[in-house]
């Protein structure tokens, strides 16, 4: 196992840890372990399939398309 030393962490970040940690039932080091296995080890999501998904869980959504006016500009690479 490896040791891991955190400086200059945030009161506040720190009494909330320990929080949860009150709430879990374990130490402060316990909790923080818990706490980097579970984001570190989660499986990558593909953002736009979260989206698609949370959408798609709402009964979807309806977006307005409006019409395009403007003409393509051209550039001058000159």
């Given at each position: 196992?490896?040791?891991?030393?955190?400086?200059?962490?945030?009161?506040?970040?720190?009494?909330r840890l320990r929080g949860r940690?009150?709430?879990?039932?374990?130490?402060?080091?316990?909790?923080?372990?818990?706490?980097?296995?579970?984001?570190?080890?989660?499986?990558?999501?593909?953002?736009?399939?979260?989206?698609?998904?949370?959408?798609?869980?709402?009964?979807?959504?309806?977006?307005?398309?409006?019409?395009?006016?403007?003409?393509?500009?051209t550039v001058d690479l000159s």
């Amino acid at each position: 196992m490896s040791t891991l030393t955190i400086r200059q962490l945030d009161e506040r970040t720190h009494a909330r840890l320990r929080g949860r940690a009150a709430e879990h039932g374990r130490s402060v080091e316990a909790e923080v372990r818990a706490i980097l296995d579970a984001v570190v080890n989660r499986p990558e999501r593909n953002f736009l399939l979260s989206l698609h998904e949370s959408m798609a869980e709402v009964g979807g959504i309806d977006l307005e398309v409006s019409e395009r006016t403007d003409q393509p500009r051209t550039v001058d690479l000159s």
